[in-house]
């Protein structure tokens, strides 16, 4: 599996026929090193919530690769109304789907949708935990601390990836010690750096775990992970 972060909260998983991008903010984003229209044979969309630097470019995506999105019940019902394929779940809920498995995750966050200066519900803020091929992959969108983490050991995840940047979300210190709940393998620092207001050192972050191998990446920066890592 490659996993590549291209900043600030969008992460692009690879598989096999599968490959799904997280939190697609692409074309507004002020530090992205791609574009949307780079973006090809997309199979599935995940949204963890409805604030703008999440759902993103999402739709684009979705119309140009025929994707399925896949959200909460109220992003999902949103979406529709641009004409795209989706597929709602809400937190706790698993499924299975061609490509391996789908579990939302509890996340502690807003979810509100900005629509021509309306805010519409988005409902509930999540996480995903995406396991293809045999490797768990769990991405926390934007979240603070929660003791619920602890429960992630039990999933045995592979790769985290953790937001750091403060504010808005967890901050180094807190994600450190979500690190130490989840105990994954790998664990990634994103959501930091885009604005002034989320300026954090992933270097610190790291220095700070010694539960999981911390690795920080580079604008897309890709790793390759396998079932036996």
Do not use: Q, W
């Amino acid at each position: 599996m490659k996993l590549t972060y291209l900043g600030h909260s969008a992460l692009l998983i690879e598989e096999g026929h599968f490959k799904g991008i997280i939190d697609p903010f692409i074309s507004g984003n002020p530090l992205s090193k791609t574009s949307v229209d780079s973006l090809v044979d997309i199979t599935h969309i995940f949204v963890t919530h409805g604030h703008g630097d999440h759902i993103g470019d999402a739709v684009e995506i979705a119309r140009a690769n025929n994707a399925l999105i896949i959200a909460n019940h109220e992003i999902c019902a949103y979406l529709n109304r641009f004409k795209v394929r989706t597929h709602s779940m809400h937190i706790g809920g698993r499924r299975k789907f061609d490509f391996g498995t789908v579990k939302m995750t509890n996340a502690l966050h807003g979810s509100g949708i900005s629509d021509g200066g309306t805010i519409i519900c988005g409902g509930n803020p999540c996480g995903f935990i995406i396991e293809v091929g045999g490797i768990k992959v769990y991405h926390a969108g934007d979240t603070g601390l929660t003791l619920d983490m602890k429960l992630l050991e039990d999933e045995k995840i592979d790769a985290a990836f953790l937001p750091i940047g403060g504010n808005y979300t967890m901050d180094a210190d807190d994600a450190a010690i979500a690190a130490g709940f989840i105990k994954a393998k790998i664990t990634v620092p994103i959501h930091y750096d885009t604005f002034g207001l989320i300026k954090a050192d992933p270097f610190y972050f790291k220095s700070k775990v010694n539960s999981s191998e911390v690795v920080v990446l580079e604008l897309n920066e890709g790793i390759n992970i396998n079932a036996n890592i």
